[in-house]
């Protein structure tokens, strides 16, 4: 089926070599830091994890949620999410891909990563999320490659792709989970340490990743004959306005217990990243007007439902989550350091570009994979 | 053609088996004799640990942090977002946060902490370090394999102590006086301060304990009832840092 991703329009393949030219760029850049070391990020003794990790985080999120469209499709026989299952499960695969990228770029000794499978460590949850990352990879790839074979033949998905689409379940809720856990289990770092972490990194991506795939059912709709459905989508924005609700509601769990108990540790970092001239108080700002805004314009179905509202509620989601993930999380951990001193934190132009590089790659597997599904199923259709 | 390639499928399945092979005969067969065996000389101990006696430590006095980092081939590295430091100074409020308060003693305030790593009974850094790069030997020691990490700083997310340091580029151009007898580190490994196991193992005190005139830092075995530093502990009033935090930190204070 890959060869349909070889046969195109020139739009098409303009979209292909521009990704290609950024991919390259981000490269040559990688080089550099290879060269050169980590210094040539605003990483720091004290920030000593940035944007990286914290796109690796903002992406395990958009992975795990094409759960949002396999339960209600596969537990509730809800079949109007039919059309987009292997669309939502594609964007899962250059997610989780992007996720495994942006870990490589963030090491210090790329070429040693492979002492992780070779000194087996399952008392560290970098261990359990190498396997659950990878794990999802090659579910999401065998389900949706398979289903999208069925498709192009007219037949139903073989049987024994059942028990990897319920497998799929339990294992997308459990890469969000073990990456929370990656934090929530660190003695020290205040605004990580708290039991609702996991929680909040699955509403968050409950509603970010099924925006980011509304927004993209509304492209492909346009460029290309395949339409996911008005209802569905409408179905799956009510999905966005409970999982922004309760991401929502979560953060003010925190708010709460961190400033009513009136604990110094629990307050400095939610003081740092709100209040005062640091450099992320403008960003935390936005991603909280943005926050509210979104939400309340997603509760009403008046304005749910209106897709010229939409798009712009969904692309307000979408920023403000990034930054309270993507952003704020992992320099919130960092700052104040252990020894409460303040080391600022923002990333350079360097750790930027190959961070562009990265997503450039995932949005070229993206591509593709849509390119593949989409004329496939433009064919069965005729 | 076809002899040939069944030929080669032979040879080729030989050969793997004897890659195989060879480790086996290796254990069994070595007949190396053992060609490193302890110093005779080298100081033992059940759990070691320290003690940083701050009313002796003096301001502007930096023979402790330049021993060790002269010894361990520390790089001088300015920029503070990527210096390395095993052992430093830090006011008493940013040690121990949460206990100063405005009315505090002057030369409390004033007086240098020294800082290290903890040598945790229970440490996080161990716990969560993916490739065991990082991990305590029987004697207490938190060690760093150099050549195993993998430059994830996972440790240094876990380590509530801010010990570790990690090498944001090349650190041997800032080695001035190179330390023949110590490794020097590459770029993207973690490191911190060993309690000098090499120095223990030729049956020297550690470095900064060895370079503080006026006494402020003793070492010993916590085990070992004699030991200079349980007589300390049973005669003075000691604290620890973050011991809330349940990793159990193997440097007291007296303030």
Redesign the interface.
Same mark, same amino acid.
């Given at each position: 089926m890959l060869e349909k991703a070889l046969t195109g329009k020139r739009r098409y393949w303009t979209w292909v070599f521009f990704l290609l030219g950024i991919i390259g760029a981000g490269f040559v850049t990688y080089l550099w830091q290879l060269k050169? $070391?980590? #210094?040539i990020t605003g !990483?720091? *003794? &004290?920030v #000593?994890?940035g944007f990286y990790i914290s796109q690796f985080t903002y992406l395990v999120g958009v992975a795990a949620s094409a759960v949002m469209l396999v339960i209600p499709y596969y537990l509730h026989h809800y079949k109007k999410f039919g059309k987009m299952m292997i669309l939502g499960e594609f964007v899962a695969v250059a997610a989780v891909t992007m996720c495994l990228l942006f %870990?490589i770029v &963030?090491? @210090?000794?790329?070429q *040693?990563?492979m002492?992780?499978i070779?000194?087996p460590?399952p $008392? #560290? %949850?970098?261990?359990w999320d !190498?396997l659950v990352l990878n794990g999802y990879l090659f579910i999401n790839i065998i389900v949706a490659w398979t289903a999208l074979g069925a498709e192009r033949q007219g037949i139903a998905p073989p049987l024994w792709i059942k028990p990897f689409i319920y497998l799929s379940i339990p294992w997308a809720i459990s890469i969000h989970t073990v990456t929370a856990f990656?934090?929530a @289990?660190?003695?020290?770092?205040h605004y990580w340490l708290t039991a609702i972490l996991a929680a909040r990194f699955l509403a968050s991506a409950f509603c970010s990743g099924p925006a980011i795939l509304v927004l993209l059912m509304l492209i492909v709709k346009k460029l290309t004959k395949f339409d996911a459905g008005k209802e569905a989508l409408q179905a799956l924005t009510k999905i966005i306005a409970y999982a922004m609700f309760l991401n929502v509601f979560f953060v003010f769990l925190e708010l709460f217990t961190a400033f009513y108990s009136n604990i110094? $540790?629990h307050m400095h970092s939610f003081e740092y990243l709100f209040h005062g001239d640091g450099v992320l108080v403008p960003f935390m700002w936005t991603s909280a007007v943005l926050g509210i805004i979104s939400l309340a314009l997603l509760i009403p179905s008046s304005t749910r439902n209106n897709v010229k509202i939409l798009v712009p509620t969904l692309v307000m989601l979408i920023i403000a989550t990034w930054i309270d993930k993507g952003l704020g999380l992992v320099a919130g $951990?960092?700052i104040p350091?252990?020894?409460?001193?303040i080391?600022e934190y923002f990333p350079t132009g360097f750790e930027l570009m190959i961070s562009l590089g990265v997503y450039a790659t995932g949005a070229l597997i993206l591509t593709v994979l849509y390119k593949v599904a989409t004329t496939v199923k433009e064919e069965a259709a005729t | 053609m076809e002899n040939s390639r069944r030929k080669f499928l032979k040879i080729a399945g030989i050969s793997v088996l004897g890659l195989g092979v060879k480790p086996v005969v290796d254990v069994v067969a070595s007949e190396e004799p053992q060609k490193y065996a302890p110093n005779a000389e080298a100081l033992r101990g059940k759990r070691w640990a320290m003690v940083v006696d701050t009313r002796k430590c003096k301001n502007d006095c930096t023979d402790c942090i330049t021993a060790c980092h002269t010894i361990h081939n520390v790089p001088d590295i300015k920029n503070p977002k990527h210096e390395v430091k095993w052992i430093w100074a830090e006011k008493y409020g940013h040690v121990f946060p949460g206990q100063e308060h405005e009315y505090l003693d002057h030369s409390v305030e004033n007086r240098p902490f020294m800082v290290l790593c903890n040598h945790c009974d229970d440490p996080a850094c161990v716990r969560v370090c993916p490739t065991k790069a990082t991990f305590k030997r029987e004697d207490g020691i938190v060690l760093m394999d150099m050549h195993r990490c993998i430059g994830c700083r996972f440790c240094m997310a876990a380590c509530p102590f801010g010990a570790r340091s990690f090498n944001w580029m090349d650190p041997r151009p800032f080695v001035k006086d190179e330390n023949a007898k110590f490794p020097t580190r590459m770029k993207g490994v973690v490191e911190k301060c060993n309690f000098c196991a090499e120095r223990l193992a030729e049956g020297l005190m550690p470095a900064c304990v060895e370079a503080c005139k006026d006494k402020a830092l003793i070492f010993g075995d916590l085990e070992d009832p004699s030991s200079e530093v349980r007589k300390i502990l049973s005669s003075n009033y000691t604290i620890r840092r973050k011991p809330e935090l349940g990793t159990n930190p193997m440097v007291y204070y007296i303030v």
């Open positions: 050169q $070391g980590l #210094s !990483m720091s *003794r &004290d #000593s994890w %870990i &963030d090491l @210090g000794q790329p *040693r990563a002492n992780v070779l000194y460590t $008392g #560290s %949850i970098l261990f !190498m990656l934090y @289990g660190l003695p020290g770092r110094p $540790g $951990g960092f350091n252990p020894l409460e001193h080391t | -």
